[in-house]
């Protein structure tokens, strides 16, 4: 089962059981358009501190239409987006394990709440030069590899794909065009696969439950986007 989610940053340091107070009993009740007699709930819950981690579930309520005897109905279903914030050095890292739209929506909620406005959290970034150390240090491992910020014309993203990219001349070619993007390649560490972008989103597509992938994230990708500092794209 395919597991994916988006590291974040806070622009300023809150400890964790600041986080905690801010996030605890957060709800919002929206009534639905079709019935506004049936509310949609977002809240915040399970919050829990374990030494450098602050994890929790946000409850979303979302609308969607269904078929019944020929008509169109409302149902609703709750969505459970698991959120952990990371502390490390006096910096605050935020994890949500979801797809990238949905990640992006829970940073902007938790930044609203948090910070009671967005910007409080931001997109955390990995240099290229980083990316680029991280897949050659398995580079017989690596299936994909993406280029952005391409020089060549009309060209904005060049691709590679198969076994040992990084030995071709045709990536040495395409990274003095460009700068790397997206890698999918094999964790040194863990021996699983796992794609990796610049701007943090993560997708396992190896078999691997929660907690390891949390594990995962906050060991090998958060070690990459303290080392890229304050989130530089070009750097």
Known sequence: MVIAGKVFRTREYVPLTELARRLKGYRREVPLKENENELLVTEIGDLRIQGDRL????FRDVPFVIKRRGKAVTAVRTVEIYFVFFESERQTFLLVVEKKATANWAANLLSEIIFVSLG????ARIAPKLLKSYHEQNSEGT???????VDLP?????????????NTSLYSEYLSHGNLWYVVITSRKR???????????VTV???MDLPAFVDYVLDEIVDLIKRSGSGDRSA
Do not use: H, M, Q, W
């Not at 994890?55 to 946000?58: M, P």
């Not at 009309?154 to 990084?166: T, V």
């Open 154 to 166: 009309n060209i904005n993203k060049l691709s590679l794909y198969g076994p040992s990219l990084s």
């Open 191 to 201: 021996d699983v696969v796992v794609g990796v972008t610049r701007d943090a989103v």
């Open 205 to 207: 597509f190896s078999k």
């Open 55 to 58: 994890d929790g579930v946000l």
């Open 120 to 123: 409080g959290i931001v997109e």
């Open 143 to 149: 299936k994909v590899v993406f280029f952005d910020d």
